[in-house]
């Protein structure tokens, strides 16, 4: 039976588990799970720091011993010993290694008292948290109690660690797995780029370990089998960090989790390991020597794998989505996903890792002239890490700074300095080699040294001035072939049976291609087909694209075709070596993938599912010949682009909200001026909603036009006509080019102008006409004909005063056809793909749209705890990372159960906030009412508070902050209020109400933003205060799903 | 300015690469060892005289070369392949690059080398004689050479690792430990002086006679390189040393034990290798990750089964890994407990040498 609330996932599908519950995972609803199912035992040690937790407050609560669970993996003992610190430290002693100096803290005082004894500067961790969340360096007193502070609140048990900064050390971590019958194996060692003080989400990190003696690393291993003991996780996964003073090699032990982490699964796709899969066959009692290795198949698992390659993990950051948080880094993790690439040397690794990024980078490359940085702040850059450091060293270095200045004052390994050293060298051979200027060309042995340090296609085009097709002839025509080697966990000792490639250029390629005569003479055939992958993690491109890319492999492979994965993301199913039938590691930029298809010439290449990244690829590689199955590009670009569409809008005779696009601040005001404002304002060619804006004047319009220019130069501004209140719709679809039947229509609970990435939206809609919901049907149908779509559409709709407007459409796999086909039952990606291949949705058996006979809610979920400062409005710019699912009999306990997944606990009694802006101030009088008769006492600011009184309800008002009433900031700090209600306006009040959010965010109270939210709120709470929550696995709705539609 | 070598094996397979090291021109057996860490080590252990090791961890010399991490007094291996030298030294410990070193010990080294294509090919077609050489580039004259070289079958190695005369390694310790020196790694005199031993270092050439003159309370039987068949004074001696002092065989050492024993030896394919290789103690059941660098084994069907018997095997490819005697105080393992490189796991193994020279007393 499996637990999870996120939608996106691969386990959650009806097929993985026996019983399958999309539930909040909290002790709670985790009780009645194990009330219904009475599980003999519990695994905890899979799900992160959220699987930990709730299983741990699962045994305090008497749950597992009430109902016979055993806790299987690592025991309450074992979880307690790891996570607190004070037991940590003492199992450490205990076994005679070494930490670092430390203390902990329950308050203020005691914090101080440490301060005294260690010295600074310190770490300050809270325990029990995820991510690190709220702890900091502290340089100063100052900055000490401040973050000592904060700690102590956002503790779970309100405690803190003060350590000896040991910033600048050394960083490494060991993954270690080890059975019931006591053998230990460490899978992969892993060094960090960036030293300590970074979190190591956010550090570049490396594996193997480079820079360890023999001597060094296997005192580290003894170090890591010693603590699995001690810790006494019996059976699993366990990632232990170290830190290694680089002036006399003292090693203290940083931390363990005694559970697979982020760097397992990284550490699984480095070394061919899987890691996660085979801690679960020994939770049920299985020893590693009884479990094969996969790959070999001759040997056993119990082993430790040894590899013949470099990988570089690089995080990816969004800082420019939360333009309040500094980019600077520290140990609390502010990445949002990661890429890793693999290579036979370290700088081919880190060139491969800098471009699969997809930030605009095609290696370390020249983005910005170093010459034009100044030095202070090219050294500001090097003294605080940031996300973007690793290029300010190769500036460093091209300005004339040595090794031995930028290690001391980074703390990086002179040893890393010194390949990006080399890089910088071949980059300044290279740029000698530009024909028409020096009379030297390019000669195929320096262009294949150049490959061979990582250098994509287009540096070298940039370096040498030309352009990066003619570099991709020159390397075809004098045979300098990319080669493909496996990832095998043996060092090519044994045979592997695993095809996982990467790319370089080596004298040997290591490819199996299957030849079969290629369909009607087409140079591409053998009956495979090749499917781009989502690259890594960001907002607005999560793993719902990886969903549909392991769904596309799935159904093709029932089709029988051979299954082609390109993905650079270790976080994904997609990137698991047995999801399709070859894997290659790769980044997917243009000539990464070229570089495939030309070693696989697959009869299809699909562009679909895997977000914006493959899509943008797709022009290039059909114009270079690659045959690109489903919807044609043509009909992509006529969705994408705003001349187009509009024309395909007009011959449908659909509404669009009046828009136009400008190139001068001119054409905006003009444009503006006409349409009238608010006006939905945003750069074109951007992702996830990025810079867009609301716009109620003038002078904002011009303030945006001038950040616009920055975001995205030599392109058109957008500007729609806002509709303000409108009710916005989602829809999925899926057609076949003939017939199109509709996935899914949701409703976003949020108006329109929240972007629909952070919207909550429930399927089926539920405030929807049906003369409306025909209407959206019958546009769906017409516009997926016209683009003669084929696979899968999105399509966003507005509707306002009874008229359906269209917003956007995208015909592509979106972000919430894992959640439709959660709802449903559907699974739409793999019907897509199948069409794809040719079949149609007749043949397929799906012409019916599927009716529901109950209630789904999708709720986002938002990574404001991570960025202080950050305040946590929602727009039209997209912030969230994830969602969560909440499914029940009515839209009430549905979305009850989707904010309660969220994190976003409401309340049964108690204290509510309220202040909203004027605009809705007739709206939260029944709202503040139904809280009323509820039993809730309502507080509220004075013009709330005045509306809610002159209506007859009992309300309790306080006063301003900025005119010095704290009532209400005192009343959140000592956990009196139970939820906020508050509705930002564009300006006024926003100064006071920063704060009372932040708050909330800190002590991890719910806080509404909008009134649509509000209304849903109060119907969840009525809900569950009616009748008990109840829990059912999704298997049980899918089935009275399919008797309902038969 | 890079200096071009060649790396040619005798069925014609050839790889270019750059040199780095010492100048010249070397035969032996090409192996590949799958360590990521220790090459240090692997450099200095006598048992690769004869051969040319290539490194499958492409990243070699990262951190230099100090001077604590070395398991005899100079490298012996005839060269050493690698896919890319570092072009810097990182670590508190090293005093100097790995190139340096080579060069000062005349040891041949070449780097840019696809030693992944190079280890799949003696996987597949077995470890075979091969040829280093900056100096003579033509592959037509280069195959000659390599074709007319000696191979390790029949060669007796030990002879020309090991330095003549006794040497007392330390002076205290509760048991008198000899060493039968066939090349032995300076980790195992460590790890007995570990566990209170008196360590007296003999060559092999030592006839048993003398040996028993020293009163040993135990004969460690050494590493050490080459065809265990070829020494043919060592397998004569231990066979009189059996039954009259507890005796613990390491590597070449269980060779010569299975040898004296009345058994037989076979050269394995490309043999293992590495620092990863999961072996079963078949008592216990414990499994070890041990280091390993052997390419010739005991054939366990050649011993009486009523006299020896197989306590451990390699979980890999089933091979035997360790045997004892059933009734004299005598046994060995194929592996290397004292690890250096590699894991301490299977370092209980001196603590077993130990309880059986304790049972003397007893």
């Given amino acids: 039976m499996l637990v999870n609330s996120n939608p996106a996932t691969i386990m959650t599908d009806p097929e993985i588990a026996d019983a399958t519950y999309i539930e909040p995972i909290t002790p709670e609803i985790v009780e009645k799970i194990i009330e219904k199912e009475r599980p003999d035992a519990l695994l905890p040690t899979l799900g992160g720091q959220t699987g930990l937790n709730t299983a741990m407050k699962l045994v305090e609560k008497g749950v597992l011993d009430k109902y016979q669970v055993k806790m299987i993996g690592a025991d309450y003992k074992a979880i307690k010993k790891s996570e607190n610190r004070e037991e940590f430290k003492k199992a450490m002693q205990k ?145 232990i960090q170290f830190a290694v003073n680089p002036k006399d090699g003292r090693m203290v032990v940083i931390e363990m989790n005694p559970r697979v982490s982020r760097s397992s699964a990284l550490a699984s796709k480095a070394t061919g390991f899987p890691i996660a899969k085979f801690a679960a066959k020994l939770a049920v009692g299985y020893t590693l020597d009884e479990i094969r290795n996969d790959i070999t198949k001759e040997t056993p698992a119990s082993f430790e794998p040894t590899i013949d390659y470099c990988v570089v993990k690089i995080p990816r950051f969004t800082f420019e989505k939360f333009p309040e948080a500094e980019d600077i880094l520290g140990i609390s993790m502010k990445s949002v996903g990661e890429t890793m690439a693999i290579g036979r040397t370290f700088k081919e690794a880190l060139q491969k890792g800098l471009r699969g990024l997809e930030v605009g980078h095609s290696g370390l490359d020249n983005k910005k002239d170093y010459k034009q940085i100044p030095d202070d702040k090219l050294l500001n850059k090097l003294k605080e890490p940031n996300a973007s450091r690793i290029f300010y060293i190769k500036y460093a270095i091209q300005k004339g700074m040595t090794r031995q200045e930028i290690s001391d004052i980074t703390k990086i390994d002179p040893w890393f300095i010194k390949n990006i050293e080399e890089i910088i060298s071949l980059e300044n051979i290279l740029s000698l080699a530009v024909s028409h200027k020096n009379g030297r060309s390019l000669d195929s042995s320096l262009l294949l040294k150049a490959k061979q340090y990582g250098f994509s296609d287009k540096q070298i085009a940039d370096l040498v001035e030309r352009d990066e097709l003619s570099i991709r002839e020159q390397r075809k025509s004098c045979g300098i072939k990319t080669t493909y080697k496996m990832v095998d966990t043996c060092a090519a000792e044994f045979e592997a049976y695993t095809p996982y490639y990467y790319s370089t250029y080596e004298s040997e390629d290591e490819t199996r291609i299957i030849k079969k005569s290629a369909r009607g003479g087409s140079a591409y055939g053998g009956n495979k087909i090749m499917i781009l992958g989502d690259g890594p993690n960001r907002i607005g491109q999560g793993i719902e694209f990886d969903y549909c890319c392991c769904h596309a492999s799935f159904a093709l492979k029932e089709l029988g075709y051979e299954t082609i994965m390109v993905n650079s993301n270790p976080e994904t199913v997609s990137t698991d070596y047995d999801t399709s039938d070859k894997l290659y590691f790769e980044p997917l930029t243009f000539e990464d993938v070229m570089n495939i298809v030309d070693k696989e010439k697959p009869q299809g290449v699909i562009v679909q599912f895997g977000g914006q990244t493959p899509l943008n690829l797709a022009k290039r590689l059909k114009d270079a010949g690659v045959p690109i199955i489903g919807t044609s590009v043509e009909s992509i670009d006529k969705a994408e682009d705003r001349e187009k569409f509009a024309k395909v809008i007009k011959k449908l005779r659909i509404s669009q909200p009046p828009n136009g696009s400008a190139l001068s601040k001119e054409d905006a005001k003009k444009i503006a001026k006409r349409i009238g404002y608010p006006v939905l304002v945003r750069p074109s060619y951007v992702l996830g909603g990025r810079a867009m804006r609301i716009i109620y004047n003038e002078e904002s319009l011009n303030a945006f036009m001038k950040e616009a220019k920055e975001v995205s130069a030599e392109k058109p501004v957008l500007i729609d006509k806002f509709l303000d209140d409108a009710c916005e719709i989602d829809v999925d679809a899926i057609s076949d080019g003939s017939v199109t039947v509709i996935g899914g229509i949701m409703e976003h609970i949020e108006e329109a102008g929240i972007h629909s990435g952070d919207s909550a939206c429930v399927l089926p809609p539920h405030t929807l006409s049906d003369e409306i919901i025909a209407m959206i049907k019958k546009y769906t149908y017409a516009i997926s004909k016209e683009l003669k779509v084929k696979g899968l559409i999105n399509i966003q709709f507005a509707i306002k005063n009874d008229i359906v407007y269209i917003l956007e459409v995208n015909p592509r796999a979106s972000r919430t056809v894992p959640f439709v086909s959660k709802a449903t039952g559907v699974p739409l990606a793999k019907l897509a793909a199948k069409i794809m291949a040719g079949k149609t949705l007749k043949e397929l058996g799906f012409t019916r749209e599927i009716e529901l006979s109950h209630v789904c809610v999708k709720e986002s979920v938002l990574p404001f705890s991570r960025f202080s400062g950050v305040d946590i409005i929602l727009g039209p710019e997209m912030k969230s990372t994830g969602e969560v699912m909440g499914i029940d009999q009515s839209f009430g306990v549905a979305f009850y159960k989707s904010q309660l997944a969220a994190n976003q606990m409401l309340p049964v009694k108690g204290k509510i906030f309220i202040s909203v802006k004027n605009d809705d101030k007739r709206d939260i009088v029944f709202i503040a009412k139904r809280l009323c008769d509820m039993g809730f006492e309502i507080i509220a600011t004075k013009g709330t508070g005045k509306v809610l009184a002159s209506n007859d309800i009992k309300v309790q008002i306080v006063g301003k902050i900025k005119e010095g009433d704290k009532k209400i900031l005192d009343l959140i700090s000592k956990g009196d209020i139970t939820l906020i209600i508050n509705t930002p306006s564009g300006t006024i009040g926003h100064s006071d109400m920063k704060p009372i959010r932040s708050l909330a965010v800190n002590k991890g109270i719910s806080c509404i933003t909008t009134i649509q939210g509000a209304q849903a709120a109060v119907n969840g709470i009525e809900s569950v205060m009616k009748s008990e929550i109840s829990v059912r696995p999704i298997q049980e709705y899918i089935s009275a799903v399919a008797a309902k539609n038969r | 300015m890079i200096n071009k070598a060649k790396l040619m094996l005798e069925d014609g397979m050839v790889f270019e690469g750059a040199s780095f090291g010492a100048q010249g021109e070397r035969c032996g057996e090409a192996v590949f060892n799958t360590s990521m860490t220790g090459y240090q080590e692997i450099i200095t252990d006598p048992s690769y005289k004869g051969q040319i090791v290539a490194m499958t961890y492409p990243l070699i010399g990262n951190y230099g070369v100090n001077t604590e991490d070395v398991e005899s007094r100079k490298p012996f291996l005839e060269a050493f392949v690698i896919k890319e030298l570092s072009g810097i030294t990182s670590s508190w410990r090293s005093v100097k690059s790995l190139g340096s070193y080579l060069g000062e010990n005349g040891i041949l080294g070449i780097e840019g080398i696809d030693t992944r294509s190079l280890t799949k090919h003696i996987r597949l077609s077995g470890a075979m004689k091969a040829i280093v050489s900056t100096e003579e580039l033509d592959d037509k004259k280069l195959l000659d050479k390599v074709k007319a070289s000696s191979g390790l079958l029949g060669r007796d190695l030990v002879k020309e690792v090991i330095e003549p005369g006794i040497s007392q390694w330390n002076n205290q310790g509760k048991y008198k430990v000899v060493v039968l020196d066939c090349g032995v790694k300076f980790n195992i005199l460590r790890e007995l002086v570990k566990r209170s031993c008196r360590v007296t270092v003999v060559p092999a050439t030592m006839l048993a006679a003398d040996i028993l003159k020293l009163k040993p309370d135990g004969v460690l039987i050494s590493n050490g390189p080459g065809d265990p068949a070829a020494v043919k004074y060592l397998i004569s001696t231990v066979k009189n040393l059996l039954g009259k002092v507890p005796m613990f065989g390491i590597c070449l050492g269980q060779q010569i034990l299975g040898l004296a024993m009345g058994g037989e030896t076979h050269k394995l394919k490309f043999g293992h290798h590495g620092a990863n290789h999961p072996v079963k103690n078949l008592k216990t059941g414990v499994i070890s990750i041990t280091s390993q660098n052997h390419g010739f084994s005991v054939r366990m069907d050649s011993l009486k089964s009523d006299e020896v018997e197989v306590t451990h095997i390699n979980l890999n490819d089933n091979t035997p890994e360790g045997m004892r005697h059933k009734k004299l105080p005598v046994f060995s393992v194929q592996f290397h407990p004292e690890a250096s490189p590699g894991p301490h796991d299977a370092g209980y193994l001196f603590g077993q040498f130990i309880s059986m020279m304790e049972a003397k007393y007893a």
């Fill in chain 1, 95 to 239: 076994i005679g290694l070494d930490l670092p100096k430390s203390a902990l803290a329950r308050s203020m005082e005691k914090a101080k008292e440490a301060l005294e004894t260690i010295g600074l500067p310190l770490i300050i961790r809270p325990s029990f948290t995820l991510g690190g969340t709220g702890g900091g360096i502290a340089a100063t007193e100052k900055e000490f109690e401040q973050i000592a502070a904060m700690g102590i609140q956002n503790s779970m048990i309100n405690e803190i660690l003060i350590e000896e900064s040991i910033v600048g050390w050394k960083e490494y971590e060991l993954e270690v797995m080890r059975d019931s019958k006591d053998n230990v194996v460490i899978i992969c060692s892993i060094e960090n780029f960036d030293p300590m003080g970074i979190h190591t989400g956010d550090s570049i990190t490396v594996a193997p370990a480079q820079t360890l003696t023999d001597k060094e690393y296997q005192e580290m291993r003894d170090a890591a089998i010693r603590i699995i003991r001690e810790i006494g996780v019996e059976t699993g996964g366990s990632n």
